[in-house]
């Protein structure tokens, strides 16, 4: 198979599918390696395809969401509290859509996250685990941004009273 002919039928199940797919599923699929995913998708993007990487895989970034999208500031510190804030968003209706820091060097530092269950939670917690990997947070004494969905404006209040109460909101946006 052709490398255009492979791009387009990456784009095409990405665009047939809400659900994440691995690279190396792709990969599989299309008996090629990771890293030859890794460039189609590369390629895939700088000509204007709106594919998001997140920790469960690939993404079409396409399309609007019936969700409110809705930012918080947080602090905390450690594993256990990383894992808490996030049960208290999902167990809530939230999705969290991505972590940001502010680097004192680099500027804004986004990574796309994706978490809209606990079997994520889990996963992404086991892969930082794992990988022996430091929460972007850790970067910035603890304080980071989460953009969320939320589906409406109550769920929206539950999430950040919960929050405020474990005492790890600084503030809303």
Not at 44 to 69: C, D
Not at 150 to 160: A, C, F, H, L, R
Not at 166 to 173: E, V
Request: glycine letters at 6%.
């Amino acid at each position: 198979m052709q490398s255009n002919e492979r791009r387009s039928k990456i784009i095409k199940k990405l665009r047939a599918t809400d659900k994440p797919l691995k690279g190396i599923q792709l990969a599989k699929e299309f008996d090629v390696s990771r890293q030859i995913i890794v460039q189609d998708i590369a390629i895939l993007r700088a000509k204007g395809e709106q594919i998001i990487a997140t920790p469960q895989g690939y993404i079409n970034g396409v399309g609007e969401s019936r969700f409110l999208k809705k930012k918080i500031v947080s602090k905390h510190f450690g594993y256990d509290e990383m894992r808490d804030e996030l049960n208290i968003i999902i167990d809530n209706g939230g999705k969290v859509i991505n972590v940001i820091v502010e680097h004192a060097v680099y500027g804004e530092i986004e990574s796309p996250l994706m978490i809209s269950s606990r079997l994520d939670i889990k996963n992404f917690m086991n892969n930082l685990k794992e990988s022996n990997a430091e929460p972007l947070s850790s970067l910035t004494d603890g304080i980071h941004i989460h953009t969320i969905e939320v589906p409406d404006e109550d769920v929206y209040s539950e999430i950040k009273n919960e929050l405020k109460n474990k005492k790890y909101l600084i503030d809303s946006m």
